[in-house]
């Protein structure tokens, strides 16, 4: 079992900054990869970006260069630094974690609004 708990998001104006971050607890050994997901008004839950337990990471073509993503498996965290902001960045993000094998759970999703 793996909890996840993610740091609030937040009202940003466009070209600004912001951070999420996401804690795991319980079985972190387990943990093989780290994502961040997000689902905008009217769309599908997309793969914003991910970072394996090697930090092996990968990107959306929409935030390459905009976004980074880092973990700390001692800790359990995953943050997502997110760069000159656009307001079709605007969605809820959730934090996911897949574990070894095919076991995967969702943090709860936070809300991030960028405006012009």
């Known amino acids: 079992q793996v909890q996840l708990v993610e740091s609030r998001g937040g009202l940003v104006q466009s070209g600004g900054s912001l951070r999420l971050s996401c804690a795991a607890s319980?079985?972190?050994?387990?943990?093989?990869?780290m994502r961040w997901y997000r689902q905008g008004p009217a769309a599908q839950r997309e793969l914003v970006a991910g970072?394996?337990?090697?930090?092996?990471?990968s990107y959306a073509d929409s935030v390459k260069g905009r976004f980074t993503i880092s973990r700390d498996n001692a800790m359990g965290t995953v943050d997502l630094q997110m760069n000159n902001l656009k307001p079709e960045d605007t969605a809820v993000y959730y934090c996911n974690v897949f574990l070894f094998g095919t076991t995967e759970y969702w943090g709860q999703g936070t809300q991030v609004t960028v405006y012009a």
């Open positions: 319980g079985s972190l050994s387990r943990i093989y990869a």
């Open positions: 970072i394996t337990r090697d930090d092996r990471t």
